[in-house]
Nanobody
Framework: QVQLVESGGGLVQPGGSLRLSCAAS????????MGWYRQAPGKQRELVAA???????NYADSVKGRFTISRDNAKNTVYLQMNSLKPEDTAVYYC?????????????????WGQGTQVTVSS
């Protein structure tokens, strides 16, 4: 089993920045890709960004150029740096991890999920 714990959410004004963290523990040797999803009220959960253990990345079109996903393999932690935040970025952000590569994360087949962290962009 793998446990994922997110942190870093909060309230920020439009145009501001936040950095989310996702710390993995447990059977992390089984993981080869991680990512972030988000779910806004009344909407389906959607992929934000994904990253492999080797550093390959994939982003949703809506966040390209504003968000950056990165990972620290020594700390078993994935980060999501979010800049130029917009009200439409408001959502609960979930960390996801799996062993089917980046395509597995993109397809929503990652086996492990965090509990989610709220991001609210509002003035």
């Amino acid at each position: 089993q793998v446990q994922l714990v997110e942190s870093g959410g909060g309230l920020v004004q439009p145009g501001g920045s936040l950095r989310l963290s996702c710390a993995a523990s447990g059977s992390i040797f089984s993981i080869n890709a991680m990512g972030w999803y988000r779910q806004a009220p009344g909407k389906q959960r959607e992929l934000v960004a994904a990253i492999t253990s080797g550093g390959s990345t994939n982003y949703a079109d809506s966040v390209k150029g504003r968000f950056t996903i990165s990972r620290d393999n020594a700390k078993n932690t994935v980060y999501l740096q979010m800049n130029s935040l917009k009200p439409e970025d408001t959502a609960v952000y979930y960390c996801n991890a799996g062993n089917q590569g980046i395509l597995g994360i993109v397809a929503g087949r990652g086996d492990y999920w965090g509990q989610g962290t709220q991001v609210t962009v509002s003035s």
